[in-house]
């Protein structure tokens, strides 16, 4: 089965060949650990994790790696502001991102690599582009020479003097040339720092990815995703610090998701559109914003409105309810349907339909229709008067077996008497008395899970159905 993937890098679509057969590397960048994240992060989230998901349905082994930045300017602003160190900081929203991102259906990344755990790494690689002639430093900062790496600009496809200078650092007298970027920034008085061959100080923003790729995935990967918005500069930096080191491909293929837009504008604070993860899976099913997600091919922009969302609800409905009209049909169908062959062939039909969609670039919105397909036949198979549980049963694992490629649950789960959650709630009452707090997470987790949002308040507990 031939999968093919476009690849930002030669911006056509590509067959996708693993270095080794069977298994899959993919490096995604995650998310710098100042602060909740919004709506527009949790969509790489969901988006590489359903390609982790189709390639493990096809039988790869994927070693997913999704990195933590938990030290940069962002996290020293915010410890600042805050009067909190910046590991604490960084511990209590990489803890929240993964509780974010697990309610819509995200699995945990096979590493989850931290900058300031690969410190040794990061600086040993800073150190061996210095010897290479590829960096140099400066009054303590280090910095790529971008001109000595001949082919900078091919992923952004820019010329190199048109690119733009820069990203989260300022174009100084420091550099030898305004395209160098840093690698090693000179600790300022009271920051976070680490010792160096250059003295205190921390590491730049983009040498993290290339240094935990390999350490974590080897000297070429095949699969580096995220964000369109990273793209130029950190991936194009990427490539420049790897390849210059590794002298060798740093990834063969590249992937981007496109934007969010909140009601057609861009999502700011300033606006007042600025969507919190959280938030939203508060407001809504985690699985109907999955969903959504999916509902729109991952390398276009999509909007984000009530609409929208409300339409999505309605389509993820139609598919549950054909799922629960095949069970309680087979509990008294007859067994009498001379047409059966056509119908298991029919469904056989759609799972193909499926299949090739998503091989065409991971094509999930067309994925999802194939989905209103197979719900549209089988209502209609239910109105017959002659039925045959064995169709039933096909067009129900069916059902089953290709939204779970999408990460998306169909089943009804048994909903879970208010009795039962204010138990649920004692036990965890009684779990933080007794300092057991891994149980008290766990049991927040599990109603968390079934769609229960707990409040703690100093009038004590509350909770609400998500």
Not at 206 to 224: N, P, R, V
Not at 400 to 429: K, P
């Amino acid at each position: 089965m031939t999968i093919k993937l476009y690849n930002t890098l030669t911006r056509q679509k590509e067959k996708f060949q693993p270095l080794k057969a069977g298994e899959v590397k993919m490096y995604v960048c995650g998310p710098t650990v100042y602060n909740y994240i919004h709506i527009g992060n949790a969509r790489p989230a969901i988006v590489f994790d359903t390609v982790r998901r189709y390639f493990e349905y096809q039988g790869y082994k994927v070693h997913y790696v999704l990195n933590f930045t938990d030290v940069d300017d962002k996290l020293i602003k915010a410890a600042n502001e805050l009067g909190e160190e910046v590991p604490a900081i960084a511990e209590r929203f990489i803890k929240a991102y993964k509780e974010d991102v697990g309610v819509f259906g995200v699995k945990e990344a096979v590493d989850h690599p931290r900058v300031t755990e690969n410190m040794d790494e990061i600086i040993a690689f800073i150190d061996a582009l210095v010897e290479k002639g590829h960096a140099y430093e400066s009054a303590g900062d280090v910095y790529f020479r971008t001109r000595s790496f001949e082919t900078y600009g091919k992923l952004s496809q820019q010329p190199i003097d048109e690119l733009r200078s820069g990203a989260r650092i300022e174009v100084g007298d420091k550099k030898e040339d305004p395209l160098d970027f840093a690698l090693w920034k000179n600790a300022k008085g009271g920051e976070i720092s680490w010792q160096s061959p250059w003295g205190k100080g921390r590491p730049g923003w983009h040498i993290e990815c290339s240094a935990m790729a390999k350490k974590y995935l080897g000297d070429t990967i095949d699969i580096h995703a995220g964000g369109q918005d990273l793209t130029f500069p950190h991936h194009e930096n990427e490539i420049a610090q790897s390849e210059a080191l590794n002298e060798t491909t740093f990834a063969n293929y590249w992937m981007h998701n496109g934007y969010i837009t909140i009601d057609n504008e861009k999502m700011s604070k300033s606006l007042g559109n600025y969507v919190l993860a959280h938030d939203i899976s508060k407001a809504h099913d985690p699985q109907v914003v999955r969903f959504f997600m999916l509902s729109v091919h991952y390398r276009n922009p999509i909007n984000f409105n009530e609409e929208l969302l409300n339409s999505a609800k309605n389509g993820l409905d139609r598919v549950r309810n054909a799922y629960q009209n095949l069970s309680h049909r087979m509990e008294s169908t007859m067994n009498m349907d001379d047409h059966e062959q056509q119908w298991l062939e029919k469904a056989e039909h759609h799972k193909q339909r499926f299949i090739d969609e998503m091989n065409d670039d991971f094509n999930t919105a067309n994925a999802i229709s194939v989905l209103f397909d197979i719900t549209k036949d089988a209502n209609i198979y239910l109105q017959s008067d002659h039925t045959s549980s064995k169709v039933m049963e096909a067009f129900q694992q069916l059902l089953q077996e290709l939204t779970s490629i999408l990460g998306i649950g169909i089943t009804q789960e048994e909903e879970l008497l208010d009795e039962e959650i204010e138990a649920l709630i004692q036990q965890r009452i009684d779990a933080r008395k007794n300092r057991d707090f891994q149980k008290a997470d766990e049991i927040r987790d599990d109603l968390k899970e079934r769609n229960i949002i707990l409040e703690d308040t100093p009038q004590g507990t509350r909770w609400k159905r998500g």
